[in-house]
């Protein structure tokens, strides 16, 4: 069964919102494979967005993640990956969907509430960088 990865980001941990965030997720049929909370370091930051390295909001995107802790969880389902993006809506929370977890908890481009992986194989990448070996 296919595997996304989905990051709680610091926003919504400081708002309190973590358990109305993972309701909606198992209402929608999610299983939570795994879960962790931690604190991102400059480094594994770096490492897991390696692919803004460079873009305008880089710096901006790293500061706020490494600004408190974060819920890492490992969901799965049929088209997981695909399903759990409709679920949290556009990147840019004004163009989000009613319903959805942007659209509720983001706060701006930068704090969108939540990351997901954008394809299988960068989900088992992404899930990797997460959670190692576990
Ligand atoms: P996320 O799904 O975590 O992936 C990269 C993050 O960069 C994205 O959500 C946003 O929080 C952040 N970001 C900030 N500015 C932009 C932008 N102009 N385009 C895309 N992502 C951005």
Redesign the pocket.
């Known amino acids: 069964m296919e595997q996304t990865l989905l990051?709680i980001?610091p926003n919504v941990v400081r708002k309190n919102k973590i358990g109305a965030v993972i309701s909606i997720l198992e209402d929608r049929g999610l299983l939570i494979k795994k879960m962790r909370m931690l604190i991102m370091t400059k480094e594994l930051a770096g490492k897991f967005?390696a692919v803004?390295t460079g873009?305008?909001?880089y710096n901006?995107?790293v500061e706020?993640?490494t600004s408190g802790p974060i819920v890492a969880i490992v969901l799965e389902h049929d088209n997981c990956v695909a399903y759990v993006r409709e679920i949290i809506g556009n990147?840019?929370p004004e163009k989000a969907a009613e319903g959805t977890i942007r659209k509720l908890y983001a706060d701006s481009?930068?704090?969108?509430a939540?990351?997901?992986s954008?394809s299988p194989d960068n989900a088992k990448i992404e899930i990797g960088i997460i959670f190692g070996e576990d």
């Open positions: 990051l980001k967005y803004h873009k305008d909001f901006r995107l706020f993640m990147t840019n481009l930068t704090e969108n939540v990351h997901a954008d």
